[in-house]
């Protein structure tokens, strides 16, 4: 890899990062309603007789159209979409109708700057700081997604799955068996507690998304780290589930599907997961 300076290196994946939080605004926001505009064009599409054209689809994706307020249409404009910057000098409002502008965003930006910065430090300039950060922007927006609509979008999960066997070709983060047989172990691992869950209760206590991120965490990682992510995401999840139930008394709070557990478990897992490994006895 090329050299850089230490903190130069580090100023530049703090930047990048920012830049990259404000992309993932877009992919939080728009992904599910593109998946869901799809789902209702199809179904419309199913009543039309086979001699008539197709509904037309208004395009809309992760580039058109340009972002705007929800609330009155106005286009944002390029000095309004500076990550963090513009809703500080906004003091989150919108430029045209002053309606709120949720804390969310510049939250995103923030979390995406400190997680690339940290995997800066951490890899310096090297392949497995490419990896890591590939890896951890695709867990920021699975997580926000999955806590907004209980969805973990195949667009995202089945291409994290293939970036983390191609990326541990060359031993990036585990041998290539462990991270193909990770893959396998993380996605049946769930995919069985549901189904013995569901044949004893008769519900349903996980959807599909939850056994494909397992299985791309198990790709990055390897088989090894399964066990790992699971532990550390059943702790997180009882330390959110605790701040949820405080939260729900002051109307605040909701539930949280699994799919962020999952999330953060497996950055942790990625980052401070070989102590626990021993402990284990798995190395």
Request: net charge neutral; hydrophobic share 55%.
């Amino acid at each position: 890899m090329i050299y850089f300076e230490p903190s130069l290196f580090i100023a530049i994946m703090t930047l990048l990062g920012l830049l990259i939080g404000s992309f993932l605004n877009v992919v939080i926001h728009r992904i599910p309603i593109m998946l869901e505009s799809n789902f209702r064009h199809e179904c419309a599409c199913l009543d039309i007789p086979d001699d008539q054209e197709p509904l037309p689809i208004q395009p809309f994706n992760l580039v058109t159209p340009r972002s705007s307020c929800p609330r009155c249409g106005h286009i944002i404009s390029a000095w309004e979409n500076i990550p963090l910057i513009s809703w500080l000098i906004l003091r989150g409002r919108c430029h045209a109708c002053k309606a709120p502008i949720s804390a969310r965003y510049p939250l995103v930006e923030l979390l995406s700057a400190v997680v690339s910065a940290w995997i800066a430090w951490r890899y310096g300039a090297t392949i497995q700081t490419v990896g890591a950060l590939l890896f951890s922007w695709f867990l920021i927006a699975l997580i926000f997604i999955d806590a907004d609509t209980s969805l973990l979008p195949d667009d995202l999960t089945l291409p994290l799955v293939w970036f983390g066997l191609l990326f541990n070709l060359n031993n990036g983060f585990a041998p290539l068996p462990d991270a193909v047989i990770g893959a396998v172990v993380g996605y049946l691992s769930l995919w069985s507690i549901y189904w013995i869950f569901k044949l004893v209760t008769g519900k349903e206590g996980m959807g599909y998304g939850d056994f494909k991120l397992l299985a791309a965490l198990g790709a990055w990682l390897g088989w090894k780290m399964i066990p790992v992510i699971i532990l550390l995401s059943s702790v997180a999840g009882a330390v959110l589930g605790i701040i949820m139930i405080i939260l729900a008394r002051h109307g605040m709070g909701k539930p949280m599907p699994f799919g962020p557990y999952l999330g953060i478990a497996g950055f942790l897992a990625m980052h401070w997961g070989a102590p626990l490994l021993v402990w284990y006895g798995f190395a």
